[in-house]
């Protein structure tokens, strides 16, 4: 059961119950100990209390709820913690990847314009990595596959090709749009936009 303590499964809000971000029960326990987050007691849509760190480490484990075992004894893991004197919404972007260029560009080739299917396209440097071409957000490319092969090692304009758009970094979006619950946590979904 130890592993439990280093699996992101905890999901923490901030002092408005707003997702910001996801922790491992080894994160949540510190900061429940320091007073830092106070864990909710979920045992349904209409039940969720606020529980500090004395009173959790006394609660009966449930079925379904993760513990681990301690010397004291065994303690639930919280599903859900609120992170008490946080109010911001962190904003970032999305991670820079070959999907997330492609639904920047709507699965479009950005010299053709076709729409394209994800296995009908790559990514193109704009400026190729021979030539010194970064791998960033202004440099990349959704393009068709036999276009980007065609483009090789060239810059656009010598290969005879034109690029739809100018490429950009997409805008920062809160923290909450990109968390997952790819464990299935049914408490979650309380707080968490699917």
């Not at 106070?38 to 079925?63: K, Y």
């Not at 992170?83 to 260029?101: G, H, T, W």
């Not at 994800?118 to 440099?139: F, I, K, M, Q, T």
């Amino acid at each position: 059961m130890s592993d439990i303590l280093n699996k992101n499964i905890v999901l923490v809000l901030n002092r408005n119950w707003q997702a910001i971000n996801i922790r491992t029960p080894a994160d949540a326990f510190c900061q429940m100990a320091t007073q830092v987050a106070t864990a909710l007691d979920i045992t349904g849509e209409e039940q969720i209390r606020p529980v500090s760190w004395a009173e959790w480490i006394t609660l009966p484990i449930r079925d379904g709820d993760h513990s681990v075992r301690t010397v004291r004894g065994e303690i639930r893991v919280p599903a859900v913690i609120i992170a008490v004197n946080y109010a911001k919404v962190p904003q970032q972007r999305p991670r820079l990847c070959a999907r997330s260029i492609r639904e920047r560009d709507g699965n479009r080739c950005q010299y053709t314009g076709r729409v394209l299917h994800p296995d009908e396209g790559s990514l193109d440097h704009v400026v190729p990595r021979s030539r010194g071409g970064a791998d960033s957000w202004e440099n990349l490319v959704w393009s068709a596959k036999d276009v980007n092969q065609r483009k090789a090692d060239r810059l656009p304009h010598e290969a005879g090709l034109r690029l739809l758009s100018i490429p950009r970094a997409p805008k920062e979006l809160p923290a909450t749009a990109f968390i997952r619950n790819s464990h299935g946590i049914p408490a979650w979904k309380l707080f968490l936009k699917t």
